[in-house]
Each structure stands twice: as structure tokens, then as C-alpha cells.
């Protein structure tokens, strides 16, 4: 979150080794530190003569590659001198452009490249332990994310392979026995890979027919022009003998090699084992992509048709130049413009090494569209590349961290400032206000009028029509939220009506102003209740009917919408309370759509709030419902402790909540959580429902947490509890059950667009009434 500015020339110098290689990793955080926008930083990054960076912008990067943040990593050879100089230049081709750095990281490393052959060219060896390189991509395949922590002695991260995988065959993951042992042979070093990557695999399956016709398949984006050194990673613990499995290695469709055996290489069960091999990208038509392919052969006649694969790095070669830097990435263009064609690709044969990799049947009409939908990208891409930087997809898999995005603050419609197109967005739904009513009703903006600042800006009391109480958000110029997160919350709110979801009455955008106009919430926000604040301590039943009724709002945005919406900034100060404390989900400029049927995830940049992100979506930038229910999980424990989600004055064990509180949970001392104000008045059976559903919430990974809807009946279960102890569970549990069926039954838009908005609280509220009381409450 700090970055040191540099407007000239400046080089740090580190003292090292001059006999070892070295890891240079370089941290880029694209924000705004005080006046300097690092939108318009351009700078090149040179060590010991070699070019790491030229014209680069970490800004365009991470909007290309919807990255929150940017490492960089390289490996140089031995420089023979005991300084180590890395020099920051900025660009002298912008006007007042500067350069940045938020991190650095020097590592001293064993020699870990060796001769390599290139693929294409036969008998032809490259001494790959004489280059410097740049790590492009490194990844644990069929298994999860490994942090630097947990690798070697060389600190790298090893990320997921699922995102970088073809076609809609997957192939399965499995994974060795914890009872088998990882031994590394006496030619290959510990720290070539950590024991979990050859603990995980991807192989293409069990039956031979289906894995006859696909390539188990992996597609990189790399730039052009540049020699590239893959490294594949083995460990077969399946197989016991020799020609069991047996396959063949396709790199950009061209054969690496034939008739793979990893037992044979290994001479052993579970024995890891590496291969290298060094392929030159020329510049031409999908040169800018990597393909990585394995395919089984019949050629030994093995046992089994199939493949497998652990362990996947790329590596950029420097050039003749001394240079590893490629060009800045063109951000992706309108989705009616990004299709592009793939290479024609035609089944894997072992006859030559030109033969194409499998991608399935593909019938003349489909080619036919490719092409054409290629060639708008190309020409898109093209008049892209004319405005400025040119086109690079190159760079290696995300590191995460949370933003906020900073848009242009131009207006709506595009016209001038005096003009809005308000009326025609969400549907016509969004009553468009005139500057002057806000003004008006705001007394000109007045101070005393203030109610809360967020990240948007200051919120204000306001008045209108006559009388009515409302709440106006006006933006804050220097904000780090702008036009997206404006639109995108008119746009959703003005077609959502839920009663546990805030209402916006309408906005105004006018001279460069964006406001927004919601219903007034009398009692504040959630969090002023819980601390920090003099206002007089939530009861117990109250916190519970307060998190039941958030619960109902996001259980409604994850299933009663025409498609999945997900919140992505579920935290105490967005959950608002009206003057009857009905609870009210609130700001929705980060929501986005959810995945559909055929997908599991959206991948997008990581933003939400720090303490409250889900880590998986931290560390894959693959968003999920399930990350609403991490963060809910957050809320939980807040609710039950009344203490922030982070509080950097307690000691380093407890300064996050969630992990303080799933530390608590394991040493079964969760009590030392509760807030004193509500210690006494909690049912022992009640804290335990309550404390369980949140820690599920919590689980690292997201398919282990429970869905909002199972959150919401443990929620109104833990109510029953508490307002009935001495009633029989069982009958009580058969009500959830039979309530939340039927809530699930009802709970759609169209239900929503027949009856209105009192019409779907009725039945909502209905419905879960019978859990906690037959009779309603």
C-alpha cells in the first residue's frame, strides 16, 4: 500500500553473490499516491544491461489482465560483480510521466536450468543455464494454490491450472495417498518443485474411447518473438511398471516428444521427474499463444490410454538484445468483438512433429464463423494497437490484492456536462433529480447535514417532494469509486425490490455531479451499533433478527433475480438499519453478475474490502456467491464479538477477526469472542449453532461453505433456539425445512414482476415466519 515515486533516473544497488543466480520480483500496485496517478506512469526497469521492462504501465497491465496488482519476476545469471544495480527510468515519450515500485525481492538461487532441446529442430540443445529469463506462468496442475510459504527454499508461488485449460474436457485431478512418501531421485534437487506439486495431478481419465478423440490441452498468452523455456513436471503415484501409460507432448502443435513413460523415467512409483523444453514464438498469426498439449499413444501398446501431467512453468528466453520486456497488454475489447479464432488444429499423430493437437470434431460452418469473428477481432484489435501501446496478452498468472476502480469522471450519456440520459437507464425505473432539487433539499449541501462518508463519498440528510426524508450520496471527485461503480448500482437497485435490499429512489448526474437517492435508514448502519460508537448496545435477538434479515437480502440476490448477483462488499457499514431495525443490504456499485449454468465462476479483478475478502477469490480472482458468504461469515463474528474485522492495535494472533475467531474455534475457547454486553443473555445451544454456521462460512475454499440459503435457516434455527430453548428441536427443524422449501418454491422474478414489491415481502416475510413463530411475528 506504499510505492516510492521516481520523476528521474534512479538506481537502487543491492549487495550479492556474484557467483549466483538471482530472483528479482518486482511489485507493482497501480493506484494514487497523493498527486501522482499511476495512470499515467510509463517506465522501463534495465539490470546489469538487461531490459526487464521498457514502456511499461502497470495500470494498462492490470486493466488488461483484471489483476488487482502486478509481480513481476525474473532470473538473472551470475553478473560476476557484487552490485547488483536495478535502474528505474521513466518514459520519456510521456509528458510527465514517472516511474514506481511498491516491493522488491532479491533471492539468491541454485542454478536450476540445464541444456534443453528445441522443439522443431532436432539434435539442437540450448544452453538455457546461460540466459536471464522472466517467469511467465507457474502452476500446479490438478492441484491448488501453493503460497511462497509453502514451496522450497526459493519462495515462489505455484497457482491453479484450471483457468488455463481447453475445451470443455478437463480431464480429472487426483492426488497421492498421505501414507505414500514424495522421494526426490539423487539428479533432481528438492527445490525444483515443492513435494505438493508432485503430490496433485491431471490426467485425461479412464476410458480410452473418450480420451482417443481430445487433447488434454493447456493455452497461454505469451508475446511474440521471444524463445520460451517449458518446464513440465512429473510424478506418476497410480502407475507401478513400464508401459502402463504412455503418451506424447505437443508444444504450439509441433511434437516436444514422443512416447512419454513417466515410470520409465523414474524407475519408481511416486518419483518425480522434470522435462524441459525450449520453443522459439515467431510473429505471426496466433504467435501471441502457447500451446501445451498431451495426447496418449497405442504406438508401445501400454495398459492404460491416457496421460498425466503435475507441474507446468514457462519461462521467456532474454533475446540476442539482452532484452526480456514485451509490450503492454491492449485491455479486452467489447464482448461482441472478443471471439477470436484458434489455430486450425487437427488430431495428434505420432508421424511427425507437425501434426496438429486434438480439439475435437470441427465442422466447416464453425471454421467458417472463426474466421470471420476473427478477423472483426483482429481488425479491432488492430485500430486498438494505432491509438497506442501495442497489443501483449504476456505476463504471468495474477497475484491479488483489493481495489477500488478509478473511472473517468465523464458523464452518463456522453454529452455535455449539462446533460443526463438517467431516465433511460434501469429500465426507466430510476427517477432522474435535477442538481437544483438536491441542492434544495440538502440546503445547499450543508455540513450539518452529513450522515456518513464512505468510499463513494458523504451522505447526506435530505428532503424532498414536500417532506420526504431521504438519504443522497454524492460522489466524491477524488474518490477511488466512479462512473462504473454509479452505473452499476442505478442499474441494479433500479430493477431490484426486496424488503431486505435499500431502495434507490433515484439519481442525478448533472455538471459532473453523480448522486444518488436511496430511503432514509433512520437507525445507521449495522457497525455503529456493534462499536466505536456511543449509541446504547444491540441485544442478542436483535443482532439475530438484524443478520437474519441481511441473510434474506443476499439469499434473494444469489436466487430471486433472473440471474445470480453478487454483492463482492458484504460488510457491517453496508448493511443498513431503517426505524423499525429492518435490516437493508446496501451498495451495490461492486456487484456483478454471477456465473451461469455452464460455469462455475466469473473471473474479474479482486475488489471488497480488506478483512472481509474471501481468499479464494483473493488468490484466483475466480468470484463465486459462495465469496458473499465469506464475507457474511465476517459479519457473523462481528455481530457476535463487537470488534472490527481488522484491528491492527491487537496483538499479531488477533488482529483479523476471521482468522482470530477460527483459531478460537479450534482451541474451543469461541466464549473469549462473545461481547460482553450480550455474554449473559445467549442460550448456550443458540451460541453453538451460531458460531458453527459462521465458521462454515469461513471455510477456505468455497464448495465447503454452505449456500445463503442454508446460512438463513441456521440463522432463524439459532432464533427458534433462543426464543425457545425448551421446545422440541425436531419440531422445529421440520418447520425450517418445510418453510425454506417453500420461500425457494416462491422466491423468483417472476412471482416478483406479478405481484410487486408488497406483494414479495409478504410472501417472504410470510414464509419465514413460520420458523420462528406458526403464528408470524
Same mark, same amino acid.
Given at each position: 500500500?506504499?510505492?516510492?515515486?521516481?520523476?528521474?533516473?534512479?538506481?537502487?544497488?543491492?549487495?550479492?553473490?556474484?557467483?549466483?543466480?538471482?530472483?528479482?520480483?518486482?511489485?507493482?500496485?497501480?493506484?494514487?499516491?497523493?498527486?501522482?496517478?499511476?495512470?499515467?506512469?510509463?517506465?522501463?526497469?534495465?539490470?546489469?544491461?538487461?531490459?526487464?521492462?521498457?514502456?511499461?504501465?502497470?495500470?494498462?497491465?492490470?486493466?488488461?489482465?483484471?489483476?488487482?496488482?502486478?509481480?513481476?519476476?525474473?532470473?538473472?545469471?551470475?553478473?560476476?560483480?557484487?552490485?547488483?544495480?536495478?535502474?528505474?527510468?521513466?518514459?520519456?515519450?510521456?509528458?510527465?510521466?514517472?516511474?514506481?515500485?511498491?516491493?522488491?525481492?532479491?533471492?539468491?538461487?541454485?542454478?536450476?536450468?540445464?541444456?534443453?532441446?528445441?522443439?522443431?529442430?532436432?539434435?539442437?540443445?540450448?544452453?538455457?543455464?546461460?540466459?536471464?529469463?522472466?517467469?511467465?506462468?507457474?502452476?500446479?496442475?490438478?492441484?491448488?494454490?501453493?503460497?511462497?510459504?509453502?514451496?522450497?527454499?526459493?519462495?515462489?508461488?505455484?497457482?491453479?491450472?484450471?483457468?488455463?485449460?481447453?475445451?470443455?474436457?478437463?480431464?480429472?485431478?487426483?492426488?497421492?495417498?498421505?501414507?505414500?512418501?514424495?522421494?526426490?531421485?539423487?539428479?533432481?534437487?528438492?527445490?525444483?518443485?515443492?513435494?505438493?506439486?508432485?503430490?496433485?495431478?491431471?490426467?485425461?481419465?479412464?476410458?480410452?474411447?473418450?480420451?482417443?478423440?481430445?487433447?488434454?490441452?493447456?493455452?497461454?498468452?505469451?508475446?511474440?518473438?521471444?524463445?520460451?523455456?517449458?518446464?513440465?513436471?512429473?510424478?506418476?503415484?497410480?502407475?507401478?511398471?513400464?508401459?502402463?501409460?504412455?503418451?506424447?507432448?505437443?508444444?504450439?502443435?509441433?511434437?516436444?516428444?514422443?512416447?512419454?513413460?513417466?515410470?520409465?523415467?523414474?524407475?519408481?512409483?511416486?518419483?518425480?521427474?522434470?522435462?524441459?523444453?525450449?520453443?522459439?514464438?515467431?510473429?505471426?498469426?496466433?504467435?501471441?499463444?502457447?500451446?501445451?498439449?498431451?495426447?496418449?499413444?497405442?504406438?508401445?501398446?501400454?495398459?492404460?490410454?491416457?496421460?498425466?501431467?503435475?507441474?507446468?512453468?514457462?519461462?521467456?528466453?532474454?533475446?540476442?538484445?539482452?532484452?526480456?520486456?514485451?509490450?503492454?497488454?491492449?485491455?479486452?475489447?467489447?464482448?461482441?468483438?472478443?471471439?477470436?479464432?484458434?489455430?486450425?488444429?487437427?488430431?495428434?499423430?505420432?508421424?511427425?512433429?507437425?501434426?496438429?493437437?486434438?480439439?475435437? #470434431?470441427?465442422? $466447416?460452418?464453425?471454421?467458417? =464463423?472463426?474466421?470471420?469473428?476473427? !478477423?472483426?477481432? %483482429?481488425? &479491432? /484489435?488492430?485500430?486498438?494497437?494505432?491509438?497506442?501501446?501495442?497489443?501483449?496478452?504476456?505476463?504471468?498468472?495474477?497475484?491479488?490484492?483489493?481495489?477500488?476502480?478509478?473511472?473517468?469522471?465523464?458523464?452518463?450519456?456522453?454529452?455535455?456536462?449539462?446533460?443526463?440520459?438517467?431516465?433511460?437507464?434501469?429500465?426507466?425505473?430510476?427517477?432522474?433529480?435535477?442538481?437544483?432539487?438536491?441542492?434544495?433539499?440538502?440546503?445547499?449541501?450543508?455540513?450539518?447535514?452529513?450522515?456518513?462518508?464512505?468510499?463513494?463519498?458523504?451522505?447526506?440528510?435530505?428532503?424532498?417532494?414536500?417532506?420526504?426524508?431521504?438519504?443522497?450520496?454524492?460522489?466524491?471527485?477524488? #474518490?477511488?469509486? $466512479?462512473?462504473?461503480?454509479? =452505473?452499476?448500482?442505478?442499474?441494479? !437497485?433500479?430493477? %431490484?425490490? &426486496? /424488503?431486505?435490499?435499500?431502495?434507490?429512489?433515484?439519481?442525478?448526474?448533472?455538471?459532473?455531479?453523480?448522486?444518488?437517492?436511496?430511503?432514509?435508514?433512520?437507525?445507521?448502519?449495522?457497525?455503529?451499533?456493534?462499536?466505536?460508537?456511543?449509541?446504547?448496545?444491540?441485544?442478542?435477538?436483535?443482532?439475530?433478527?438484524?443478520?437474519?434479515?441481511?441473510?434474506?437480502?443476499?439469499?434473494?440476490?444469489?436466487?430471486?433475480?433472473?440471474?445470480?448477483?453478487?454483492?463482492?462488499?458484504?460488510?457491517?457499514?453496508?448493511?443498513?438499519?431503517?426505524?423499525?431495525?429492518?435490516?437493508?443490504?446496501?451498495?451495490?456499485?461492486?456487484?456483478?453478475?454471477?456465473?451461469?449454468?455452464?460455469?462455475?465462476?466469473?473471473?474479474?479483478?479482486?475488489?471488497?474490502?480488506?478483512?472481509?475478502?474471501?481468499?479464494?477469490?483473493?488468490?484466483?480472482?475466480?468470484?463465486?456467491?459462495?465469496?458473499?458468504?465469506?464475507?457474511?461469515?465476517?459479519?457473523?463474528?462481528?455481530?457476535?464479538?463487537?470488534?472490527?474485522?481488522?484491528?491492527?492495535?491487537?496483538?499479531?494472533?488477533?488482529?483479523?477477526?476471521?482468522?482470530?475467531?477460527?483459531?478460537?474455534?479450534?482451541?474451543?475457547?469461541?466464549?473469549?469472542?462473545?461481547?460482553?454486553?450480550?455474554?449473559?443473555?445467549?442460550?448456550?445451544?443458540?451460541?453453538?449453532?451460531?458460531?458453527?454456521?459462521?465458521?462454515?462460512?469461513?471455510?477456505?475454499?468455497?464448495?465447503?461453505?454452505?449456500?445463503?440459503?442454508?446460512?438463513?435457516?441456521?440463522?432463524?434455527?439459532?432464533?427458534?433456539?433462543?426464543?425457545?430453548?425448551?421446545?422440541?428441536?425436531?419440531?422445529?427443524?421440520?418447520?425450517?425445512?418445510?418453510?425454506?422449501?417453500?420461500?425457494?418454491?416462491?422466491?423468483?422474478?417472476?412471482?416478483?414482476?406479478?405481484?410487486?414489491?408488497?406483494?414479495?415481502?409478504?410472501?417472504?416475510?410470510?414464509?419465514?415466519?413460520?420458523?420462528?413463530?406458526?403464528?408470524?411475528?
Amino acid at each position: 500500500m506504499t510505492a516510492r515515486i521516481f520523476k528521474t533516473q534512479t538506481a537502487y544497488a543491492f549487495l550479492v553473490s556474484p557467483k549466483s543466480r538471482h530472483w528479482i520480483r518486482l511489485h507493482f500496485y497501480p493506484s494514487s499516491y497523493d498527486d501522482f496517478n499511476c495512470s499515467n506512469s510509463f517506465f522501463s526497469v534495465t539490470v546489469a544491461g538487461f531490459t526487464l521492462l521498457n514502456n511499461f504501465s502497470a495500470s494498462i497491465t492490470a486493466q488488461a489482465l483484471t489483476q488487482a496488482y502486478i509481480i513481476r519476476e525474473f532470473t538473472l545469471v551470475p553478473l560476476q560483480t557484487a552490485t547488483l544495480n536495478i535502474t528505474f527510468t521513466p518514459s520519456s515519450a510521456y509528458k510527465d510521466s514517472f516511474a514506481f515500485i511498491n516491493g522488491i525481492e532479491i533471492v539468491s538461487m541454485p542454478e536450476i536450468f540445464q541444456p534443453a532441446p528445441m522443439v522443431g529442430f532436432s539434435n539442437q540443445i540450448i544452453e538455457t543455464q546461460a540466459s536471464s529469463m522472466q517467469t511467465m506462468f507457474r502452476l500446479n496442475v490438478g492441484g491448488q494454490y501453493i503460497p511462497a510459504n509453502n514451496d522450497s527454499i526459493l519462495g515462489r508461488i505455484w497457482y491453479d491450472d484450471a483457468p488455463y485449460l481447453f475445451g470443455a474436457s478437463f480431464g480429472i485431478t487426483s492426488a497421492a495417498n498421505n501414507t505414500l512418501k514424495i522421494p526426490y531421485p539423487s539428479n533432481l534437487p528438492n527445490y525444483i518443485a515443492p513435494v505438493d506439486v508432485y503430490r496433485t495431478a491431471r490426467s485425461m481419465g479412464p476410458n480410452p474411447d473418450v480420451n482417443r478423440n481430445y487433447n488434454l490441452t493447456w493455452i497461454f498468452q505469451i508475446d511474440a518473438n521471444f524463445t520460451y523455456l517449458v518446464r513440465l513436471h512429473f510424478c506418476d503415484f497410480q502407475m507401478k511398471r513400464m508401459n502402463q501409460r504412455v503418451f506424447n507432448i505437443y508444444l504450439n502443435n509441433q511434437t516436444a516428444l514422443e512416447n512419454a513413460d513417466v515410470i520409465a523415467w523414474s524407475a519408481a512409483q511416486g518419483v518425480p521427474a522434470y522435462k524441459d523444453f525450449v520453443i522459439y514464438a515467431t510473429d505471426q498469426p496466433g504467435a501471441n499463444e502457447m500451446w501445451v498439449a498431451l495426447h496418449p499413444t497405442d504406438k508401445t501398446k501400454p495398459e492404460f490410454y491416457d496421460a498425466i501431467l503435475n507441474g507446468l512453468e514457462i519461462f521467456k528466453i532474454n533475446d540476442i538484445r539482452s532484452n526480456l520486456a514485451g509490450p503492454n497488454p491492449v485491455p479486452s475489447p467489447p464482448p461482441a468483438l472478443a471471439t477470436h479464432s484458434l489455430p486450425k488444429q487437427s488430431f495428434a499423430s505420432n508421424k511427425t512433429s507437425k501434426k496438429g493437437i486434438i480439439v475435437g #470434431s470441427v465442422v $466447416g460452418m464453425a471454421a467458417g =464463423l472463426g474466421i470471420v469473428l476473427g !478477423l472483426l477481432a %483482429l481488425v &479491432h /484489435r488492430k485500430n486498438m494497437n494505432n491509438g497506442g501501446n501495442k497489443s501483449s496478452t504476456g505476463g504471468w498468472l495474477p497475484i491479488y490484492s483489493s481495489s477500488r476502480t478509478t473511472e473517468s469522471r465523464t458523464n452518463i450519456s456522453g454529452k455535455s456536462s449539462g446533460s443526463s440520459n438517467i431516465s433511460n437507464m434501469g429500465g426507466g425505473l430510476c427517477r432522474h433529480f435535477t442538481l437544483a432539487e438536491i441542492k434544495h433539499g440538502t440546503k445547499n449541501f450543508d455540513e450539518s447535514r452529513v450522515i456518513g462518508v464512505g468510499g463513494f463519498g458523504k451522505v447526506y440528510r435530505g428532503d424532498i417532494d414536500g417532506g420526504t426524508i431521504v438519504a443522497i450520496k454524492r460522489a466524491n471527485p477524488s #474518490s477511488d469509486q $466512479g462512473l462504473h461503480e454509479f =452505473l452499476t448500482e442505478i442499474e441494479l !437497485l433500479s430493477k %431490484l425490490r &426486496h /424488503r431486505h435490499l435499500v431502495s434507490l429512489i433515484g439519481a442525478c448526474e448533472e455538471n459532473e455531479e453523480m448522486i444518488l437517492v436511496y430511503d432514509y435508514m433512520a437507525n445507521g448502519t449495522l457497525r455503529e451499533h456493534l462499536y466505536k460508537h456511543n449509541k446504547p448496545p444491540l441485544s442478542w435477538k436483535q443482532r439475530l433478527d438484524i443478520c437474519i434479515g441481511a441473510a434474506r437480502g443476499l439469499h434473494y440476490l444469489h436466487t430471486g433475480a433472473r440471474y445470480i448477483i453478487i454483492h463482492r462488499d458484504v460488510k457491517t457499514t453496508n448493511i443498513l438499519l431503517d426505524d423499525k431495525w429492518v435490516a437493508k443490504v446496501s451498495d451495490f456499485g461492486l456487484s456483478k453478475t454471477g456465473p451461469n449454468l455452464h460455469q462455475t465462476h466469473v473471473s474479474t479483478m479482486v475488489k471488497g474490502s480488506f478483512g472481509y475478502l474471501d481468499p479464494e477469490y483473493f488468490r484466483r480472482q475466480q468470484l463465486t456467491e459462495k465469496s458473499d458468504v465469506y464475507s457474511f461469515g465476517v459479519v457473523l463474528f462481528e455481530v457476535l464479538s463487537g470488534r472490527p474485522a481488522l484491528n491492527p492495535s491487537l496483538p499479531k494472533e488477533q488482529v483479523s477477526l476471521a482468522d482470530w475467531a477460527l483459531q478460537c474455534h479450534r482451541r474451543n475457547t469461541t466464549k473469549e469472542l462473545v461481547d460482553p454486553h450480550v455474554k449473559g443473555e445467549i442460550i448456550q445451544e443458540c451460541l453453538k449453532q451460531f458460531v458453527d454456521t459462521a465458521v462454515s462460512c469461513l471455510s477456505d475454499h468455497g464448495t465447503d461453505r454452505p449456500s445463503m440459503g442454508s446460512v438463513l435457516w441456521n440463522l432463524e434455527y439459532c432464533l427458534q433456539l433462543q426464543s425457545n430453548p425448551d421446545g422440541p428441536k425436531m419440531v422445529a427443524e421440520q418447520k425450517a425445512n418445510d418453510a425454506y422449501a417453500m420461500h425457494t418454491e416462491l422466491l423468483s422474478v417472476a412471482e416478483e414482476d406479478r405481484k410487486g414489491q408488497g406483494s414479495e415481502e409478504h410472501v417472504t416475510e410470510a414464509v419465514f415466519s413460520q420458523i420462528v413463530n406458526p403464528q408470524g411475528r
